[in-house]
T-cell receptor
């Protein structure tokens, strides 16, 4: 039962352009969302979060958008840089569950110089 | 400030054996969660420890067990290993751990890569 889905296994973008990574979820009780980046042989690194009381959160080149009615969130990276090439995971949790997160299967982003 | 450290980084076992993985949380964190990441998949929640007790558990059999020590470090034990247990096992810590605090960002270690032959 995959409650968080990332339907694009891979994405290639030219350096300097925008990268858009998408994530869909099925559980309407999810109210806190995280994006992680993972390089090979390393653990996932936290990028940005958003709670369900917001529809947008920005941090530098990274912006996360949340559409609760569509149960959809997206991560925008502008401008994309070669160092952004990694696997990106979205994760979702529900208040009161003690930080139990459900992860998507990841999207491998390649930024072409 | 050391982040989350895990040991060993790699290990190979045979079917039926038992394995213990170890995790030291980030300084100041009181909650430890364990995740299993199979090849090509996202991390799957195994269980979480807070105040030395298992608080939440994902859809994993009883062969998977754990422990949290007074210094907040944790162990993951897997008994009667199966081929399907081959995966990257990730430890993540967070703070604060009490449920009223809501969800918090997880800080992950680099993982322990388990191969079962």
């Amino acid at each position: 039962d995959q409650q968080v889905k990332q339907n694009s296994p891979s994405l290639s973008v030219q350096e300097g352009r925008i990268s858009i990574l998408n994530c869909d979820y099925t559980n309407s009780m999810f109210d806190y969302f995280l994006w992680y980046k993972k390089y090979p042989a390393e653990g996932p690194t936290f990028l940005i979060s958003i709670s369900s009381i917001k529809d947008k959160n920005e941090d530098g080149r990274f912006t996360v958008f949340l559409n609760k009615s569509a149960k959809h969130l997206s991560l925008h990276i502008v401008p994309s840089q070669p160092g952004d090439s990694a696997v990106y995971f979205c994760a979702a949790s529900t208040y009161g569950t003690g930080n139990q997160f459900y992860f998507g299967t990841g999207t491998s982003l390649t930024v072409i110089p | 400030d050391a982040g989350v450290t895990q040991s060993p980084t790699h290990l190979i076992k045979t079917r039926g054996q038992q394995v213990t993985l170890r995790c030291s949380p980030k300084s100041g964190h009181d909650t430890v969660s364990w995740y299993q990441q199979a090849l090509g998949q996202g991390p799957q929640f195994i269980f979480q420890y807070y105040e030395e007790e298992e608080r939440q558990r994902g859809n994993f059999p009883d062969r998977f067990s754990g422990h949290q020590f007074p210094n907040y470090s944790s162990e993951l034990n897997v008994n009667a290993l199966l081929l399907g247990d081959s995966a990257l096992y990730l430890c993540a810590s967070s703070f604060p751990g009490h449920l009223s605090a809501g969800a918090n960002v997880l800080t992950f270690g680099a993982g322990s890569r388990l191969t079962v032959l």
